[in-house]
């Protein structure tokens, strides 16, 4: 199977059961940041030397996969067969690991710098681009059906890469930068 078809250089792209679409249609502009979120937590997973949280880190990439799916399929009857759907229980899950890893840190108090170790900072920017996918999954909603999971996910998604970015450092023994807004 050749990486090229050629099909999309007339500046289209295919959706699962669906017509053709411009590549920088809504839709695929939303999977399409969460594929880049899904490369940045492989960064974050090279960077990563703790089992338990590369599991975890590559269990998300499988998730958004799957959300990626979901995303290029309009109409949710044509999904193909062999693809899961992202479920209320996968948020629910979110939370449960949110919850267990704070358990180690401190209590947040203040604002955060994104810093700390390599880990942390690639944990930080995959939760803004997180962000920013959730921002395009809310822009494709205003005009056509997403499922509220996939935004409820992302949202918490971001979160849970916020803490882990916290646990990385907090494991590493690194302080976290507090944000002082008077500082000059």
Request: glycine share 4%; aromatic share 4%.
């Amino acid at each position: 199977m050749k990486v090229y078809t050629k099909v999309g250089d007339d500046g289209s792209t295919g959706l699962f059961g669906a017509p053709r679409v411009r590549k920088d249609h809504p839709r695929v502009a939303a999977y399409g940041d969460v594929d880049e979120l899904s490369a940045f937590l492989g960064l974050a997973r090279a960077e990563c030397a703790d089992a338990p949280v590369a599991a975890i880190l590559e269990r998300l990439q499988s998730e958004l996969f799957t959300l990626g799916a979901m995303l290029a399929t309009p109409v949710p009857e044509h999904a193909p067969k062999n693809v899961p759907a992202l479920c209320d229980e996968d948020v629910t899950r979110l939370e449960r690991e949110i919850d267990r890893a704070e358990e180690e840190l401190e209590p947040l108090r203040a604002f955060v710098l994104p810093a700390g170790t390599r880990l942390a900072a690639a944990l930080h920017v995959a939760r803004t681009v997180c962000r920013r996918a959730e921002r395009a999954l809310v822009t494709l909603a205003a005009t056509e059906a997403v499922p509220p999971v996939a935004v409820a996910y992302l949202n918490r998604l971001s979160d849970h890469l916020f803490t882990l970015a916290r646990l990385a450092n907090h494991r590493a023994r690194v302080p976290e930068t507090k944000w002082e807004p008077n500082r000059k």
